[in-house]
């Protein structure tokens, strides 16, 4: 239960942050309406940071199922405690997605174009291509999780207090570098919550919930957290190795 509360907390700061970022540029009559691409990555690295400051030393901030599910499947989360992480984040990921709706519940209705409300909640592709966009959100994902592992590395010597901000570092640079295809969800509650939200939610002139794309930010996260975990396990011991032989030339 303490797991799911803490990422249950965690994941909603996480969506407060990088979905209000969005709700901020998109929607009519912010005083952050039209700044940018930049300033949305921004405020996703930064949420992603804060929220894992806040609940990173009870729980480990997972905040994602991609990267809860690529733990377990290299024997660093017990299968046991699996659900109770996914429920925490998909519950929070909803939480988040509500907390947005009434923050900015005075420019839903001036907001006329219903696919920024939905942008608000959740991720959709640039071009409609699924199998193309499956590899962008796996690749994604790979990436987080590759970096993830090597960031909080034993071997790395780094604080851990400075992780989390190293971690925003990370899905910044996925941001500005990767994300302009689907959106990067890169984390299955991250996109599956705040559309459900959508979904429930009485939003003027909201239109649909883009429920036909909804999977794709599901299996690729999933797909791509575990392919970047299996790799870098099993990459790490040419890493030492390579540290060895470096340590001995010098």
């Known amino acids: 239960m303490e797991i799911l509360i803490a990422e249950c907390l965690g994941t909603a700061i996480l969506i407060l942050f990088g979905d209000g970022v969005v709700a901020n540029v998109l929607l009519k009559r912010s005083k952050a309406e039209s700044s940018g691409w930049i300033v949305i990555t921004a405020g996703w690295a930064f949420g992603v940071a804060i929220a894992v400051y806040v609940t990173g030393w009870a729980s480990g901030a997972h905040l994602n199922p991609a990267v809860t599910v690529a733990l377990w499947n290299i024997g660093k989360v017990n299968a046991g405690l699996v659900w109770w992480y996914i429920s925490g984040q998909m519950l929070g990921a909803f939480l988040g997605g509500v907390l947005v709706w009434l923050f900015f519940y005075a420019h839903w209705q001036i907001t006329e174009e219903s696919g920024k409300k939905l942008a608000v909640f959740c991720t959709s592709p640039a071009v409609n291509m699924p199998l193309a966009n499956l590899f962008c959100e796996f690749l994604g994902t790979l990436v987080l999780v590759l970096g993830i592992l090597g960031i909080t590395a034993k071997y790395n010597n780094l604080s851990s207090g400075l992780a989390p901000f190293l971690v925003g570092i990370l899905v910044w640079a996925i941001g500005l ?74």
């Open 177 to 250: 570098s990767l994300g302009g295809t689907t959106g990067y969800a890169i984390n299955p509650a991250r996109d599956f919550g705040p559309r459900l939200a959508h979904a429930l939610l009485p939003i003027p002139g909201k239109g649909n919930s883009g429920w036909d794309y909804a999977v794709i930010p599901i299996i690729g996260p999933l797909l791509g957290g575990m392919t970047g975990a299996w790799l870098y396990t099993h990459l790490l011991p040419y890493l030492l190795k390579a540290q060895e032989i470096s340590k001995l030339a010098n």
